[in-house]
């Protein structure tokens, strides 16, 4: 109604399966209560929404971009811009004169919305695959700033993929404090159906996440790595730990590599493939190629063939304690084993 500050307006609807966002790689449907409001020559909106389902595919790192030095130029784009803020600069001419002629000019908005991201809401992408739950609530009181998001949200059922292995999330937190694209990340993900907790840590910002690897008890990263990759403790040859140093690495310096571009030995549906060089004097009689397959948490077996022999040698190993291993041993010769294993630095 009109009064003595302007018109006054007080507005409640509510939102049913309404669909936001219908591109193929964002789907996001929303239900919940909306109040809108003006006075004071400012709009207030209030707001509980849910949302009833959601997926978002993340685009993969391997997307081809242009290099930051490559300036593409278009005469019509230029034109429109050119003629986009002409506009622009008769509308703010205009504003201007009638806050000169009406002091009491329109305010920003204020706008003030809880959302609930429900028990359907899927990201997949960078590696992950999971659900997220939690609440955000998002603010806006400016004309032309971002809005400021606050709030936690929770994996829920995730896995990440490294070296061709899926790991479970078992910690997965994104907070936010202010802009909407660059949460803090607290994410441990751990390789299943393994004796020794090993996995991937992330920590950090969306834009400057931090990598490590992880191990309970601690281990080397090389050790770490090898449980990820192999399920299994490193042999000690040095031409494998090398291998596991430099795989290290590499992962300590990418994030969110394409799952799709697993290692050979997952594309085999593998744990390991190895191989082990000649002798230090170029002899092929100690040359070999590995087999592996974790088949439970406490079973591997291994098949290794000799570059110089006729028959392979099919490892079985099974793990009693986190110490103490049965080897069994068959091809060229038969034999059992009990392995029991102290570890220091």
Known sequence: MPGGSGIRMNLQGQIRALRVLVRSDRQVTLSGDLQAGLQDRQVTVRGQLRTDRGVIILPPDTAPSLGTDVVVRSAAKE????????????RGEQQEAAAVNNPQTARPPDIQIAL????????????????LEGQLDIRASGTGSPPRITGELRTASGMYRAYGQQLNVE???????????????DVLAIRPNISQRAGVQIRGTASAPRVTLYSEPPLSDAETLSW??????????GGEAILMQQAALALLGKLGADPSSGSLASRFGLDEIG???PNPNGELQESSVTLGKRLSQDFYVTYERSMAGTLGTLYLFYD???RLTLRGQAGEHYGADLIYTIKYD
């Open 228 to 237: 990820i990759m192999l399920g299994r403790a490193s042999a000690a040859n």
């Open 171 to 185: 910690t997965g937190v994104l907070r936010f404090n202010g802009p909407y694209d660059n949460p803090q990340l």
């Open 320 to 322: 009693l304690t986190q």
């Open 116 to 131: 609930d991201f429900g028990k359907d809401f899927a990201v997949q992408g960078h590696g992950i695959t999971t659900r």
């Open 275 to 277: 191989f082990k060089g």
């Open 79 to 90: 034109r429109a811009a050119a003629e986009a803020a002409a506009r622009a600069r008769e």
